[in-house]
């Protein structure tokens, strides 16, 4: 009997943010450091607001010829899909396929971000 992989087991913890005023500047270099697709976007209260992806830097600051010191509030997905840690990670990937992402943040059931998973996470973790 195979085991039925969780949000939890391949995500990404304690994952790295940038606040809604940062430029785009400071989140594409802690992407760069980090080696990472996509960054959470918090809130001065720690809040997630949304998430910062290299889609994102390519459509909506790159193509539209702004600046690198753009605030990431006004290019970032609001609002992002996100899930809990519970849930499988056959749920994870349909929830990628379905809103076209490679990274979903991951949300506890009082509503912190506890986590980012990756569609590579989910695929060379448990596959």
């Known amino acids: ?9 391949v995500m990404l913890e304690k994952p790295v943010t940038v606040q809604e005023d940062e430029t785009v500047n400071n ?3 802690k992407m760069a450091e980090l080696n990472i697709g996509a960054i959470p976007v918090v809130n001065e209260k720690g809040k997630i607001v949304g998430i910062f992806s290299e889609r994102d830097l390519l459509r909506r600051v790159a193509a539209k010829g702004l ?4 605030k990431i509030k006004e290019v970032m997905t609001r609002n992002p899909v996100t899930i809990s840690p519970e849930a499988t990670v056959e749920k994870a990937k349909d929830v990628m396929a379905k809103i076209k992402a490679r990274h979903l943040p991951v949300i506890d059931e009082n509503g912190h971000l506890v986590g980012v998973v990756s569609l590579s996470d989910i695929e060379f973790s448990v596959y």
């Not at 009997?1 to 087991?9: A, L, Q």
């Not at 600046?67 to 753009?70: D, E, G, H, I, P």
């Open 1 to 9: 009997m195979s085991r039925e992989y969780k949000v939890r087991d």
């Open 67 to 70: 600046s690198y010191n753009t």
């Open 27 to 29: 989140a594409v270099r």
